[in-house]
C-alpha cells in the first residue's frame, strides 16, 4: 500500500477508532489524544503493516496497546491528575501509616482460592501470573494456545466469584 493511499485510509478509520477511544479514557479530550497517537503511531509503522490483513484490528490493538502503556506509565509514577483549573500533577505519596492486617487477611484468601483451583486451571494461571506468554505456556505444557487461554480465563472467573467479598 503507497503512502498516500495508507494515509487516507488511516484519516478513513480515525472515524471508527474514536468511539473506542472514548470508552478507554472516558475523556474527550484525553481520547483526542490518544487517537492521535494511535496515527502517528501507525504511519510511523506502517512498514509492519501487512497488506492483506485486517488494518482496523490492528489500528485497535495499537490504541489498547498504547493506552495501557500510558495508564502503566502514570501508575508508575505513583502520580494522580489534579482537575482543578491548573491541571497540576501532585505527588500522591503521603505519609500514612497502616499496619497490614487487612492486606495478609486479602492475601492468605487469595492464596487459599488459588490453591483450590484445579490443577488443569491452576498451572496456566500460575505460569501467566509469573509473567509467561500464552505460546510459551502452551509449548511448555504441550496444548494448544486456545486451551491455554480458556484454562487462564476461567481460573480468572473462579478466583472472582471466590474473592468477590473484597469487590468495592
Known sequence: MATLEFNYTLSQM???LKPF?????????????????TLMKA?????????GTNLKAWLY???????ITNYQRMVRRGTFIDTTDNLHFINSTGSRIENMAAGNFA???????????????????????????YHEISERLEI???????RIHIARKQLKDK??????
Open 144 to 150: 494448544p494456545i486456545g486451551t491455554v487461554k480458556n
Open 14 to 16: 480515525s472515524k471508527s
Open 61 to 67: 490493538t495499537i490504541m489498547k496497546n498504547t493506552f
Open 107 to 133: 492475601l492468605r484468601d487469595i492464596n487459599h482460592a488459588i490453591e483450590n483451583l484445579d490443577d488443569v486451571h491452576k498451572t496456566p494461571f500460575m505460569l501467566y501470573f509469573r509473567g509467561f506468554k
Open 163 to 168: 474473592l468477590s467479598i473484597y469487590k468495592s
Open 21 to 37: 477511544a472514548l470508552k478507554l479514557t472516558r475523556d474527550t479530550d484525553d481520547a483526542n489524544d490518544l487517537l492521535q497517537e
Open 43 to 51: 504511519f510511523n509503522h506502517r512498514e509492519k503493516f501487512s497488506q
